[in-house]
């Protein structure tokens, strides 16, 4: 026995601590009530109910925003996107909104040592300019924010352009056929959506009227990039071919995976063996491919004896949309299916169906499985992982987001005290059970008690304007 060593506890405890691979995977327009898991009954979601079976199974679980580039710069940044102008839905070709000297979510596993990956859509701005090269290293992106590799769609797939990129490249690139894009004015000879609609296989319902690519019109003027131009049938599988590469090179060593998946946005073109499978149209095909894509993942883990000490975060950037400019029958098709569930408003809109989403953690060897009815956000990962790494956030960093680790696994049952959401163009704010909506256009102030009124059908602001005034006073300490 050798004595006179004394190690304190805190270190022991430190290095003890695990490192879970994490792998988030962050779904496009799914609704609190498209899986079956939240109690949708006219479509099935087997693979991403196992994951609520044996995870933790959020039911006040939200994203930041009830649009999609917002929600990702809250996620990304810890910091709420409406604090400053220009965080609003981007087009294809804007410039990089996140700053590349700050703290980011993916920044925090590196400095952990992990390796990280995106694979899937971005929409956060690439380039330091709008008017950028198409056909070289396009920078900054996602490499100069904490990932080590990135592959891929600048923005939605409704926009141009449409291509893959690799790093700081687009994949089939072309010197004798240079991509050109513009938002503002029409160019080069492709035929577009408004001139040549009998050159579609999906009609849109409102604007994607320009440049066609895969018989779909898209928002956006691009031309050139032939070789580039990707197939949309092929989006699911090409990601989710990406992301088990990178699994499977890495899986020896700690990873980071935040895999975003381009399901279920428009425009829907699941591939051809989900076409139909759903009876809800192509949406509700996009929603089994998205379902078959999570199996896909968590068999791979499985095989490669890495699911127990993996973290896999489910969640959607905002709330669900049926017709969402592209007639694909989303509406006539629906039936008795709820893409929102109980709760009333869908994307864009500040009620909750805007914001509240899907929120699924599950790590086999750490969290015991259940529900939690907490009040947690998705802007929260970065100083709760930073906490469990005992990461100190740099001053003024990630300024918004609150550690709420114990809660994430399941170890306390305590949230968010107050969140603001964030609708297209204005803010609420929520507070234990109490939600206060302050007068936006020509709508009055709206107080809704989300225990007893989750649908948010009776207003309640004449009869407790106390607790309004509450709410309204909180709202104006967060926003300075």
Known sequence: MIAGIFIPLSIIAQNKKSKPNVIFIYVDDLGYGDLSCYGAKAISTPNTDKLATNGLRFTRGHATSATCTPSRFGLMTGQ???RKPGRN???????LIIPTDQITLPKVFKNEGYTTAIIGKWHLGLGDQINKDWNADIKPGPNEVGFDYSYIFPATADRVPTVFMENHRIIGLDPKDPITVNYKNKIGNDPTGKEHPEL???????????TIVNGIGRIGYMSGGKQTRWTDEELGTTFLAKAQ???AQNHKKPFFLYFALHDIHVPRMPATMFKGKSNLGYRGDAILEMD????????QLHELGIEQNTMIVFSSDNGPVLDDGYADKAEELNGIHSPAGPLRGWKTDLYEGGTRVPFIISWPAHIKPGVSQE???QIDFVASFASY???????????????LWDTFVGNAKQGRMTLIQEGYSNLAIVSGDWKYIPPFGKNGPQLYNLKED?????NVFDQFQEQAAILEALFKQEKN
């Open 292 to 299: 078959w894509i999570v199996g896909q993942i968590t068999k």
């Open 80 to 82: 709420y996107p409406w």
């Open 375 to 377: 009040l947690v956000c």
């Open 200 to 210: 579609l296989k999906l009609q849109s319902s409102v604007g994607h009227n320009h």
């Open 454 to 458: 989750l649908a948010e059908e009776i």
């Open 245 to 247: 590469d990178f699994i």
């Open 389 to 403: 790494f005992n990461q100190k956030l740099p001053d003024g960093q990630a300024s918004d987001s609150q550690n």
């Open 89 to 95: 839905i981007l087009p294809g070709d804007a410039a």
